[in-house]
């Protein structure tokens, strides 16, 4: 066989040494128009055979180092340079055999023949070449079938859903070994594409290895299969369902093979995630909760009123639910008080497009409730597996919408005033209040204190922050602060600067003016501070008229600063934003900068240069920064960086974010 495959051929230059020792002839004879001819034919060749010696070297390495591409563009360089040459034939061809693609390879080495000006050295590689390709092609083996069960097994695991669908199609071998393959089947997403439709034939056989199924398509002749498999107890370790939109179309057309499918996995399915269009064609929340008696998450969502989702609850005792996440077009306190009745167990509860009064509820209903998601679009997290023991019951999260339409004050601070020694973490976005309601508070609630709090959020509604700042005066727990709407900046640093070291501090909207000397003041206080245990990390600064360029010279004195967000600051300088970065030491590591028209080129060609630790840089809506702003930010930055996040910055092109990536680990790019 040929030995090419693995050996190496030697640069040569016999023919360019003979067409230069020509020229050395006729330059003596000093015939000039003989002397460009010769020598440009010398030039001509040891270019093209010299070019073609070493994309021959490389390719061949690359292929045996298992870089097929990039062998393939050597030797496609090499047949696009001297289309007229037999080598780049060669090279494509043994290339391709080398990876077991001999139609292809014998495919190359005849377009070889065909245009290749040839020699006898020339003819016999091409023609050995079709000889051997051919002989290969002819000796089929099958590996998986070769191949020791337990080895095969590792090989199926390692392949994508899609793959494994196409290995129940090549033979029977295949199809048994792939069914049979442990764990290979555990999770299972049916999409309604054609990939997915081998799947569906197979349902039965996969059924009992399936763990976590998701079903996303329209198709009800499918859906019914997947159900009439669970009603004949095929799947016996079940344990998470999702039903899209899609799937859940008509549904009540089957209604009684969906239920009772779902009653014959009950004892294995702990999670549940339903979504409906409408609440016309819909399983209903007491259909639910009566099949499926084990079921510890639920995940329902409906695109009309949950109270028309809700069915008939009175019927119902105790379900050991859980966890809940419940999405309607509208959600009242009426709506969940029938779960959070049989429901006792709850510990989770994340309720969307809801009012008031499901706080309302949730105060005098949920009695073991410990997390709290309203109308929120923050990450709600899960409860720990195990409550320890001797732990005071309470709700130990809320977090309630982002800014929009506020929650009743009243509402949101008579539950987390009943919750108070045990929460944790609060985001509560208030309605504001007068202050005679001020002093109604103050007189309901003179014992209101957070002070086993971790972190907060809340917004400065007229009449909020005094409240909330007497509540956390006397924490010692307080880790993460942010303020959205400050109207009393120096009240807020006053507080501050009497309690431990902040980790994280935010500060969003203030438009307020005269009081940045409280902020440089509270800067200078935690650059004093010697408590290497806690230190503050992490500084955004969002809309506030209060960080000038002396806040953002305070703030580099802080060396344990690891992340800050400098977000459309109105009093803040160019000049002062350079400076800032050129006085940056210590340990930061992350650094975003958004809506500020303030940032250049000469900016950017800074924060490249400068001394700290920097791997991650968010640019976003930035209007003055161009293409070689943030050539000089990556290259000056040494290939330090590991990620670059670049969003709508106008002077940003394609062809830069292309070079830019050749520097940089990840980088995200929106035009």
Known sequence: MDRSHSTFQKVTVERSRQLIERLNNTIKSQNC??????????????????????????????????????????????????????????????????????????????????????DQTQLERLSRG?????????????????????????????????????????????????????????????????????????????????????????????????????????????????LTASTTRKIRLNIATVLIGLWQIRDTLTELSLEFANDENIITISEVLSTCTTLNDLSYTT???????????????????????????????????????????????????????????????????????????????????????????????????????????????????????????????????????????????????????????????????????????????????????????????????????LIAFKLTCVHTTGNHASLVQLLEHYARLDDESRQLECVEFRDCFEVTDEVLCTLTDIKAVKHITLWNLYHVTTAGVIQFIQDLTGNLTSLTIRYMDLITDKVMSTLGASRVFLKNVHLQDLKNITDQGLRDLVDRRSNRLNILIVKKCPFITAECIKYVKQKVNTVEYVP
């Open 33 to 118: 128009e003989q002397i460009v001819n010769d020598a440009s034919a010398a030039i001509d060749q040891l270019h093209r055979v010299e070019l073609l010696s070493l994309l021959d070297i490389r390719a061949h390495a690359h292929a045996k180092r298992g870089c097929y591409d990039l062998a393939h563009t050597d030797a496609q360089q090499m047949i696009n340079y001297a289309p007229h040459l037999a080598a780049g034939y060669v090279r494509k061809g043994d290339i391709f055999s080398m990876y077991g693609h001999q139609t292809q390879a014998i495919n190359t080495y005849s377009e070889g023949l065909e245009k290749a000006a040839l």
């Open 130 to 242: 079709i000889i051997n390709a051919t002989a290969i092609s002819q000796i089929r083996i099958d590996y998986l079938a070769k191949l020791p069960v337990e080895v095969a097994y590792i090989i199926i695991r390692c392949l994508s859903q899609d793959a494994k669908a196409s290995c129940l199609t090549v033979s029977s071998t295949w199809r048994k070994r792939t069914l049979e393959c442990p764990n290979s089947w555990s999770s299972i997403s049916i999409k309604g594409r054609e990939e997915d439709y081998p799947l569906v034939g197979v349902t039965r056989h996969l059924a009992p290895y399936i763990h976590c199924l998701e079903l996303d398509f329209s198709n009800r002749a499918a859906r019914s299969i997947y159900f009439r498999h669970m009603k004949d107890s095929y799947f016996t370790s079940i344990k998470y369902l999702k």
């Open 303 to 501: 695109g009309g009123l949950l109270s028309e989702a809700l069915g008939d609850l009175t019927q119902l005792e105790h379900h050991p639910l859980s966890l809940l996440q419940l999405r309607s077009e509208y959600i009242t306190g009426g709506d969940v008080e029938g779960i959070l009745r049989i429901c006792e167990k709850l510990r989770r509860l994340v309720v969307s497009d809801c009012d008031d009064t499901v706080l309302d509820t949730v105060r005098q209903e949920a009695l073991n409730l410990e997390i709290l998601g309203y109308n929120t679009v923050y990450h709600v997290p899960y409860p720990e597996e195990e409550t320890l023991d001797g732990q005071e019951s309470g709700l130990r999260v809320i977090k309630t919408n982002n800014g929009g339409d506020a929650v009743d004050a009243f509402t949101i601070l008579a539950l987390i005033h009943k919750h108070m020694r045990t929460l944790h973490h609060i985001v509560a976005c208030t309605s504001s209040f007068n202050d005679m309601a001020l002093q109604h508070l103050n007189t309901a609630y003179q014992d209101f204190k957070l002070e086993n709090v971790v972190s907060l959020k809340f917004w400065c509604s007229a009449g909020i922050q005094q409240f909330m700042l007497k509540a956390i005066r006397n924490t010692l727990t307080l880790r993460s602060l942010h303020v959205v709407h400050v109207h009393d900046l120096k009240a807020l640093v006053d507080t501050l600067m009497k309690l431990p070291r």
